[in-house]
């Protein structure tokens, strides 16, 4: 039997602000433990929850990026479970009304362009943390995520297989940092995914049980989570078992999930509304005001490179992965108007190995974005071959100067004189017969090694466009 995958995801975003969603207390990463937890994060008697209008800010930039419908009136509930690490007993969400509904994403796998819808994004508050490693035979509890807010965006199970689901993922993760409301730190929490797999026969239009595997935070673990995930499911079903509803953890050690509980309804929470906050009511001229606010978005920028800059979609998509690298071309093309295929070349080459050989991100790249239009400009005008720019290049990124500096200090100017590279190309020809005659018989490797002693006599500062030129020329004659 042939069978189709179908899977949805819920992501949890930390919003970038700096307090919580309802105390006031800091989000920072890194602080020791139960240090950055208050009265309110733990609901102890006679305190009361404020919002956070930043974290609601951030909401209304997501729903407007996505082109969700952003409610004008949303409510928080108390999702009601009992585990050590949720000191109040329940978690403050939203149910019944989230601040954002519907819109989507569209995603490319290959040269499938493909467009994922979502259910809802609601405003929400994390729970603390608990900690299994370094107490025997105990577990201590972390409080500081404790109220961290979180924004919890759910897809449609519009999904078909892990590339699909990676490529959401990515997407996702991309947009919440370029519109500023999440840092995207996978390692740090800030943003994870869980992953709802089901397995169906093909053609069926009837969904199959879903198995739930929950906080993946890493694009390679949600891809190897999830095949894993559909494998296990087919082979259960097609050895006469069934898959049963539950929440599955990824151990990435052994490549498997395994089960950690059997997955909850919504009932199973007695959702009601919290009676300790008011209805979150958001007025038009509070959203079209940040709707004057927000960058220009991936997807529209993208099209603008492709008809701005004559670039193919595959590097539009490359240059438009962040708001970064984006932004480091566009300040490239803003100094070199006249070459942004140029520019787009090494930025995606040169510079993004070089970053990642680093493991530095762009803002930190010794060689600014003006700084390297001045070194292309010297290969769009003839002064340096490719070779040369990228020696340029290494004693630029290790601190040196500027490119004009480094060209004039070590005599690295390109030789474009026609009549200078038209005596060595003679003198090469009359001492190498036997190439010579070698290509006239066809040959063509004959060409090659000719223009490497063109090269060697030239000590590999000769225009190597022009010197194919005169050899072809004399060969041809």
């Known amino acids: 039997m042939l069978w189709e995958t179908v899977i949805g995801l819920e992501t949890h975003a930390q919003l970038s602000t700096h307090s919580k969603i309802f105390s006031g207390v800091s989000t920072k990463f890194g602080a020791e433990p139960n240090t950055q937890a208050s009265v309110i994060d733990f609901a102890l008697p006679g305190v009361l929850p404020v919002l956070n209008r930043g974290a609601v800010e951030r909401a209304i930039r997501l729903g407007l990026a996505v082109g969700g419908k952003i409610n ?6 108390r999702k009601n479970y009992f585990y050590p690490d949720l000191p109040k007993g329940y978690q403050i969400s939203q149910y019944e009304i989230p601040v954002v509904e519907g819109g989507g994403l569209t995603i490319r796998v290959g040269d499938v362009e493909k467009f994922i819808r979502l259910t809802r994004a609601h405003l929400e508050e994390d729970a603390g943390k608990s900690l299994h490693e370094d107490f025997a035979g105990m577990s201590g509890i972390d409080l500081n995520r404790a ?3 979180l924004l919890e965006i759910v897809s449609e199970p519009d999904m078909r297989s892990s590339a699909e689901a990676v490529a959401y993922a990515r997407s996702l993760h991309t947009l ?7 840092d995207g730190n996978m390692q740090e929490g800030s943003f994870r995914c869980d992953a709802n797999v089901s397995v169906r026969p093909l053609g069926s239009d009837r969904l199959g049980t879903r198995c739930e595997i929950k906080n993946l935070n890493s694009f390679r673990f949600l891809e190897r989570a999830i095949e894993f995930e559909v494998r296990r499911q087919i082979g259960l079903i097609e050895d006469g078992g069934r898959v049963v509803q539950e929440t599955r953890l990824y151990d990435p050690d052994r490549d498997e999930t395994r089960s ?3 997955k909850e309804d919504a009932q199973d929470y007695r959702y009601f509304p919290d009676p300790d906050l008011l209805p979150l ?6 959203v079209e005001a940040t709707r004057q606010a927000m960058p220009e978005l991936p997807a529209a920028m993208r099209e603008r490179f492709v008809t701005d800059y004559a670039l193919a979609p595959y590097d539009a998509a490359a240059l438009t992965g962040g708001r970064d690298i984006a932004d480091f071309f566009e300040a490239m093309v803003r100094h070199l108007p006249t070459e942004p295929k140029l520019c787009a070349n090494w930025l995606m080459g040169e510079v993004s190995a070089r970053v990642n050989r680093d493991q530095i991100g762009l803002g930190a790249a010794p060689v600014s974005a003006q700084a390297l239009a001045g070194l292309l400009a010297r290969i769009a005008d003839g002064t340096l071959s490719g070779k040369m720019a990228k020696e340029v290049f290494d004693a630029m990124w290790e601190g040196g100067e500027s490119a004009d500096a480094l060209i004039e200090q070590r005599g690295l100017r390109q030789i474009s004189d026609g009549g200078a590279i038209e005596v060595m190309v003679d003198e090469v020809l009359a001492a190498n017969p ?3 005659a070698e290509f006239r018989s066809g040959k063509d490797k004959a060409f090659n090694a000719l223009v490497g002693r063109v090269m060697k006599a030239a000590r590999g500062k000769a225009n190597p466009a022009q010197v194919n030129e005169v050899l072809k020329r004399k060969l041809d004659a």
């Not at 004008?72 to 509930?77: E, K, M, P, V, Y």
């Not at 009511?281 to 509070?286: F, K, Q, R």
């Open 260 to 262: 950690m509980r059997s």
């Open 434 to 436: 036997k190439s010579v």
């Open 147 to 149: 109220g961290t807010p």
């Open 176 to 182: 919440v940092q370029w519109i500023g409301i999440c």
């Open 281 to 286: 009511e958001i007025a038009d001229d509070w």
């Open 72 to 77: 004008r009136r949303s409510i928080f509930a």
